[in-house]
């Protein structure tokens, strides 16, 4: 691991032993210090302890539960009642990382007290430690009630997958005038109080530009390398999704690897090598 401190006592993100949780304040230093780091989702305590000891520095429970976890199509139908227990499990298995709860379709559009009575669930059911919503200026009310509530907010631009019927499918987003738009999206949430936006499949060059204009650090998901951090769902890191999106780079093959140990076990099971003496009990 690295050290967790740099030469002006702030915290390293990436890898630093700080003996706390990660701080929005510490995302914005990081951005200050022109430090890139990595966010992952999580669902679950398992893998949180994982990544966690592994140094991540934020760890996402997204509403992609809804087709990870759950088996659906696309991420509408995932309520709330669905990710609390989720975010609850991924706060049990880390003692480092920032963790940033999806608030699920039809959960905060309506107004800006119903976002308020969401992200309050997640925060006090949950021990979230910040929430992420989609869209730009139709949620700036929504994103000052929660800041002035107290509650971090991550914002989301670009494909947002919760409005995917109304952008015609899951399509690149922010070429031409649409850039502009984005870009003016982007400004209004960092005064509005977020405190980071995700980009999700937006031009390069668009994404570099809207990094450069805010104090507040950008997060790429398929948006090029200029943003000062990258998120990808662990599945598809790690090489479960069958057919993932261009923008993912697959870092290992963990469904060839479970295929295998789970094709050992049946095959040990139906001739009778396990359970052998050594799993056995006297």
Known sequence: MSSSTTTNGSTTLYGGATGRRITVRDLIAAKERGERWPMVTSYDAMTARVFDQAGIPVLLVGDSAAMVVYGYDSTLPVTVDDLLPLTAAVVRGSARALVVADLPFGSYQGSAQQA???????????????????????????????????????????????????????????????????????????????????????????????????AIPTIGIGAGPATDAQVLVWQDLMGLTPRPAKFVKQYSELATEMDRAVRAFAADVTSGAFPEAGHSYE
């Open 116 to 214: 308020l009575e969401t992200a309050a669930r997640f925060m006090k059911e949950a021990g979230a430690h910040a929430v992420k919503l989609e869209g730009g200026r139709r949620v700036l009310p929504q994103v000052e009630l929660l800041v002035s509530a107290g509650i971090p907010v991550m914002g989301h631009l670009g494909l947002t997958p919760q409005s995917v019927n109304v952008l015609g499918g899951y399509r690149v987003q922010g070429r031409g005038q649409s850039g502009d738009e984005l870009m003016s999206d982007a400004k209004d949430l960092e005064r509005a109080g977020a405190f980071s936006v995700v980009l999700e499949c937006v031009p390069a060059e668009l994404a570099e530009r809207v990094t450069a204009s805010l």
